[in-house]
């Protein structure tokens, strides 16, 4: 389903009662950054994080996403916000920027729905400086559903997005998502060549390093 129009305004709605999640990955990432670090945030969606991170320190952001609806979402989200985030609409396996433009990369909850996965890592690589760090934060295929059922309660949504929300974790989103096997072999396909892996309850993150 394309993330346009309606579509990603009801999403930009939902996910907004997740804004918690998207603190804490920015406190828990932005000492991870320099100071005056250069970072794009892949498929920011809405830009909630990249909002989130711009609050905390003296960054250079960017967030790149497909969708041309997400992009106009996004950038009055930051100017609401009264924060700079630059947003831009772009593919990620093919990126619109020069080599070694970052210092951090981010993509959250999207890998899964990129059409070329090795070719989007690939890209990472590319437009990350040396050193540079790039991480992928996404669902594991083999999250349990009753893991899910409570991450979902956790948003705080009404009943009737509850359960669209469940329905599209269960028939949508777990269909689509990778292992963290899978994750290792596509990293392994690019000059990145190995990676550091982290997962919980329903979610891994991927952690790349250019060096």
Not at 24 to 43: F, H, N, S, W
Not at 120 to 142: C, K, N, Q
């Amino acid at each position: 389903m394309a993330m346009e129009g309606l579509v990603a305004s009801w999403y930009a709605k939902i996910t907004q009662k997740d804004m918690q999640r998207h603190k804490l990955l920015a406190k828990q990432l932005a000492g991870k950054i320099p100071v005056g670090g250069r970072v794009l945030e892949i498929a920011p969606g809405p830009g909630y994080f990249a909002i989130e991170l711009a609050r905390l320190g003296n960054y250079q952001i960017t967030g790149m996403d497909i969708s041309k609806s997400f992009v106009e979402i996004a950038q009055k989200n930051a100017a609401e916000a009264g924060v700079k985030v630059e947003f831009r609409q772009g593919n990620a396996s093919d990126m619109p920027f020069e080599d070694e433009s970052f210092d951090f990369m981010f993509c959250q909850a999207a890998f899964k729905n990129f059409s070329q996965p090795i070719s989007a890592i690939a890209e990472m690589h590319r437009v990350l400086s040396t050193p540079g760090t790039a991480v992928i934060v996404d669902l594991r295929r083999d999250a349990p559903r009753d893991q899910i059922d409570t991450y979902v309660k956790g948003m705080g949504m009404g009943y009737v997005n509850a359960l669209i929300t469940k329905w599209t974790f269960r028939r949508v989103l777990l269909k689509n998502a990778y292992t963290i096997a899978e994750m290792e072999a596509f990293v392994a396909q690019t000059r990145f060549g190995k990676c550091r892996v982290e997962s919980d309850n329903i979610t891994f993150q991927v952690w790349m390093e250019k060096r």
